[in-house]
């Protein structure tokens, strides 16, 4: 442990207050189980200012050292302790979408530093997507999964150097994104042409991007196997311990849906559990997403592009979870015991 790090991490386990947090865990057990709805939210802890100065760490600084990235998401910690309130601690190795991509040799898109946004991915094209299909798989030093597990690494020494740090706050599943969003990286949005023109190649090679992630969420559960069974993903929890990214599904009609999506999204939620996640417009496909085996919520983060009345249809009235990354808004004739706003509006204190 650097002394540099330890001076925030001394001031995160001197805040923890332990009867607060499992008040808190259990509320999301509970919630896991379908036994409590988000009214049954407690009010949590109570805000608690840092004693430190946390300094601004510009998101590349981050991705160049290991220290600086572990003190820019244990901030994200302190200013939750900051606020209050009854959302799960958490950090993750935080290296952006391309850490699959670039897995298989995609290149590192470094934003300008003036963004302060996380990296993407440069693809290879089809010609080498096609040159994949049949070799080896990559180890788990390959691209951006190298940092990813060293800095998990650093978190887990961490969790076992700090008790209360340990045992509240969580370490969420780097960003693997989904098979599809994986392969459109690597191949480049023409692979929507390839599902017409080339639909054996495309399932090759979404079959070893989806083991490649399998592979991936085994290796983090041996670091952090306290999430086997639940963890945390957009500020919530769900049972279940992957999170699958699906924002190229809207870009196909649900008969490709059906074909190139669901099969190996449902391997993975078959294997591990957990939720999906989309970005835009999802309605047209949500019927069939909410229908997979292993699904325990789903999170959207644009309900305004959606129709949200097909959505709630397909999810909280059949006992599906889903959570919106949004201020709350009215919702009439829907079960909303399965639906949670993921927002910072204060909740009201009994």
């Not at 958490?90 to 996380?118: C, D, K, Q």
């Not at 692979?191 to 023109?197: E, G, H, R, S, T």
């Not at 196909?252 to 957990?274: H, K, M, N, V």
Request: glycine residues 8%; contains cysteine.
């Amino acid at each position: 442990m650097t002394e540099k790090l330890s001076v925030y991490l001394d001031d995160i386990e001197s805040r923890l207050d332990s009867g607060a947090e499992e008040t808190i865990s259990e509320f999301w057990k509970r919630w896991s189980d379908h036994k409590a709805g988000a009214d049954d939210m407690p009010s949590g802890r109570d805000p608690s200012p840092s004693s430190v100065v946390w300094p601004d760490i510009n998101i590349n600084d981050a991705l160049e050292d290991d220290d600086l990235m572990l003190i820019r998401e244990f901030r994200g910690v302190s200013d939750r302790l900051s606020i209050g309130g009854s959302y799960p601690l958490r950090v993750r190795s935080n290296y952006g979408v391309a850490n699959m991509a670039t897995s298989f040799g995609a290149g590192l898109f470094v934003m300008p530093r003036e963004t302060n946004t996380l990296p993407n991915a440069i693809g290879i094209g089809p010609d080498r997507c096609r040159e994949l299909i049949g070799t080896k798989l990559p180890d788990m030093t390959a691209g951006n999964l190298g940092p990813v597990f060293r800095v998990g690494r650093r978190i887990r020494e961490i969790f076992d150097s700090y008790p209360l740090i340990g045992k509240y706050v969580h370490a969420e599943q780097p960003d693997l994104q989904g098979p599809m969003d994986n392969l459109e990286l690597l191949w480049g949005s023409e692979v929507f042409y390839a599902l017409y023109d080339e639909p054996d190649t495309v399932h090759a090679l979404l079959g070893m991007i989806t083991d490649m992630i399998s592979l991936a969420m085994n290796e983090w559960l041996k670091l952090f196997p306290e999430n086997a069974g639940k963890a945390n993903y957009f500020r919530h929890r769900e049972k279940g311990c992957i999170a699958v990214r699906d924002d190229s599904a809207m870009n196909l009609q649900p008969e490709f849906y059906d074909e190139f999506i669901a099969p190996y999204d449902g391997r993975l939620l078959s294997e591990f559990g957990g939720i999906v996640h989309f970005c835009g417009r999802g309605d047209h496909f949500i019927d069939r997403l909410a229908r997979l085996n292993g699904l325990n919520g789903i999170n959207m983060s644009q309900p305004h592009l959606n129709d949200m009345e097909k959505v709630f249809s397909c999810t909280i009235d059949r006992g599906v979870h889903l959570s919106l990354s949004v201020d709350p808004f009215e919702v009439k004739n829907h079960d909303t015991s399965n639906l949670m706003f993921l927002s910072d509006r204060p909740k009201k204190r009994a």
